[in-house]
């Protein structure tokens, strides 16, 4: 039975043959012969021409999910921003290409119009979905004439799958040139940079190269002004009350271990795990159970069901494992987990493990700390980032 005139499509669904798909899942009259098609066939003298990762860094920092387009694009990257040598030697996906050009100070506008020569010899362009990767993706897909496939979660050289209305919808887009596409964090997962081989959450993308030492090329690029890119006056530091959760490089978590006698008391946990957090610039998050309560909101879940996150440490309250939440926990430098059950998978995922009750090791450490659990939450309050403690570099 044919679907009735203007319904959405089904979740996976693949178009009928013949008609391509763009990247909001309409027919695309660019794919069809015409006097300016829009899309170029590649003509280059470099062999390996296909698909690359382009990663913005910032200060020698990677984004979230640059490894995962590394191993998406089949070990071929070329990192462009400032510190991008140093960003190199944290690859944990080995690159077959590896390209490093020092921009200076984020640009986009002017990034894409410098990159844009370079790039045409390349049919798919992927970035990661970062803050600076969705931000540069449009405006280099607009100066390369191309389409822009955001959101994707796999992505190739003929098509990609995209998600969109908050992950509920999954639609296959084909790919009828060269296009710009961003890969969704925690999407793919980077085993497949490791073993040569997809694992557990990686896509069918091309296979990255075998482990080896990254040999860094320095590709000088001349960066103008660009038309859009506002002036610069001062970057301030990322509040941890509302960055960004998957971008969130310390985050304390807390799950059905922290629950009272009732909801409101349960609220009041959090707040105080919110509050012991922003002492040491550390974001707020937690379970499925806690956001399906009330506790929490929505954009604060971690997990496959919730946001994929990477952070740097990660001190669980109360979390016993569940595999959609550790799924979505990416790989932390350091993991502390307190929780009664000595056996649960947090646990043994931990650093450091305290067998004790979530609710009185958080009552200790806001003594411990000053800080007052019957005071109202202020993300407001300036935190004094000198008497912060220093762990592993965090």
Do not use: K
């Amino acid at each position: 039975m044919a679907p009735a005139a203007g319904a959405a499509p089904a979740v996976g669904a693949v178009p009928a043959a013949g008609a391509p798909v763009d990247a909001v899942g309409g027919t695309d009259p660019r794919a069809h012969p015409g006097p300016d098609t829009g899309l170029r066939t590649v003509a280059s003298g470099d062999p390996d021409a296909g698909m690359l990762a382009l990663v913005p860094v910032r200060d020698g920092q990677l984004p979230l999910g640059a490894d995962e387009v590394v191993a998406e694009a089949g070990g071929r990257v070329w990192l462009v921003g400032s510190g991008v040598v140093e960003a190199a030697a944290t690859l944990a996906v080995p690159a077959r290409l590896l390209r490093v050009s020092e921009l200076g100070v984020y640009a986009p506008a002017a990034w894409a119009q410098a990159l844009a020569a370079a790039l045409a010899s390349e049919t798919v362009v992927v970035l990661p979905a970062s803050a600076d990767g969705r931000d540069l993706a449009p405006r280099l897909a607009h100066v390369l004439h191309r389409p822009l496939v955001a959101g994707a979660v796999r992505i190739d050289l003929h098509g990609a799958t995209v998600v969109t209305h908050h992950g509920g919808v999954e639609t296959d887009v084909r790919l009828a040139g060269p296009a710009v596409a961003t890969l969704v964090p925690g999407s793919r997962g980077i085993a497949a940079g490791v073993s040569g081989a997809p694992g557990p959450g990686a896509t069918s993308g091309p296979a990255a190269p075998a482990p080896s030492a990254n040999e860094v090329t320095s590709v000088v690029v001349s960066v103008g002004m660009g038309a859009g890119d506002p002036e610069l006056v001062e970057l301030v530091a990322a509040d941890p009350s509302t960055v960004d959760l998957a971008e969130a490089r310390r985050i304390v978590a807390g799950g059905q271990g922290l629950a009272g006698p009732d909801d409101g008391a349960s609220t009041q946990r959090f707040d105080l795990l919110a509050a012991i957090g922003a002492r040491f610039g550390a974001s707020l998050g937690g379970t499925r159970v806690a956001t399906d309560a009330g506790w929490l909101p929505f954009e604060r879940q971690i997990g496959t069901t919730g946001v994929a996150v990477n952070p740097r440490l990660y001190l669980a309250f109360g979390i016993s494992g569940a595999v959609q939440h550790v799924t979505g926990l990416g790989d932390p430098d350091h993991v502390i987990s307190v929780n009664t059950d000595p056996s649960c998978p947090m646990m043994g995922l931990a650093d450091l493990a305290i067998v004790s009750d979530a609710r009185a090791v958080l009552d200790a450490l806001a003594r411990l700390i000053a800080v007052d659990p019957a005071e109202p939450f202020d993300p407001a309050e300036p935190v004094d980032q000198d008497a912060l403690p220093s762990v592993g570099g965090t």
